[in-house]
Nanobody, 128 residues
């Protein structure tokens, strides 16, 4: 069992930056790839980013590529999402998720069903 707790969301202006954190419980954090998804009001949950167990590979949605960076600190059981140049369309609840199957990045990392555990989400609101 893995419990995930996101933090770092808030209200910012367009062009600002935020860093989200996701703290994981348990000693098996290193065996999971970690993903970030987001869900805007009235829209489906969508993939944002993935980082493999070692941090050796990362994957991003086209909409955030070049602006967002995912990283992890396995010693702290924490994954981060650095979000720069935020846009109003980035407004959403952001969720972190853990996937053992995607540990090395092989699979449909953009699909929510590939993930085993989810956090409760943190709200990010970007004003124009």
């Amino acid at each position: 069992q893995v419990q995930l707790v996101e933090s770092g969301g808030g209200l910012v202006q367009a062009g600002d930056s935020l860093r989200l954190s996701c703290a994981a419980s348990g000693r098996t954090f290193i065996t999971y790839a970690m993903g970030w998804f987001r869900q805007a009001p009235g829209k489906e949950r969508e993939f944002v980013a993935l980082i493999t167990w070692s941090g050796g590979a990362t994957y991003y949605a086209d909409s955030v590529k070049g602006r967002f960076t995912v990283s992890r600190d396995n010693a702290k059981n924490t994954v981060y999402l650095q979000m720069n140049s935020l846009k109003p369309e980035d407004t959403a609840v952001y969720y972190c998720a853990a996937s053992r199957k995607l540990r090395s990045g092989n699979g449909n990392y953009y699909e929510a069903y590939e993930y085993d555990y989810w956090g409760q989400g943190t709200q990010v609101t970007v004003s124009s």
